[in-house]
């Protein structure tokens, strides 16, 4: 009875331990990008589901999917139609694959702030929230970036497009928007 006791202790301790959010890094996620995320993000606000549809509601805000896209393998041939697996994103998402690496090559980097001051016409008022999948980098990455570029508004929603869809809410395919190709 005791050893039973013990074991359900270790495996309780262990559950808690595989569910608690790692700690927040210095710099970006360089790889395992599908991991636990902290549960912070200095300089930026934190949303739940609820919290995002209400400042969603309230507009002045640019949703952004840092989830990254599939691309057409390499090789393949022209004259076959790529397929990608689709994609469902909270309606009026701009989906920007790629800006959630731990490192961008110059030309991304420079393409993604041309992105955000699009998306934002200009306006560093704006609120911008990130998202993707829970326990994903990527979006955690792309919002500790644009903090980085002076944006002084940033959100990011860990629980993305799943926690939207356990909460109630709707999505929407949706189609990504690749960076440059790279040499």
């Avoid at 949303?47 to 057409?72: F, Q, S």
Wanted: hydrophobic share 45%; aromatic share 10%.
């Amino acid at each position: 009875m005791r050893t039973m006791r013990l074991v359900a202790g270790l495996m309780a301790s262990l559950l808690v331990a595989a569910a608690s959010p790692a700690p927040e890094p210095e710099g970006y996620r360089m790889q395992d990008f599908k991991a636990p995320t902290p549960a912070t993000l200095k300089g930026a606000i934190v949303l739940d589901a609820d919290a995002l549809h209400t400042v969603i509601e309230r507009g002045r805000v640019v949703l952004i999917d840092a989830m990254a896209a599939p691309r057409k393998p390499k090789g393949s041939a022209p004259e076959i139609p790529w397929m990608p697996p689709p994609r469902l994103d909270i309606p009026g998402s701009l989906w920007l694959a790629d800006i959630g690496l731990g490192t961008l090559p110059p030309g991304v980097d420079t393409w993604f702030r041309h992105q955000l001051a699009n998306a934002t016409m200009g306006d560093k008022g704006k609120l911008l929230v990130f998202y993707c999948l829970p326990n994903c980098w990527m979006s955690w990455n792309a919002a500790k970036r644009a903090l980085s570029y002076g944006y002084p508004h940033v959100a990011w929603f860990p629980g993305g497009t799943e926690a939207w869809k356990a909460a109630g809410y709707r999505l929407v395919p949706n189609q990504p928007v690749f960076p440059p190709e790279q040499p």
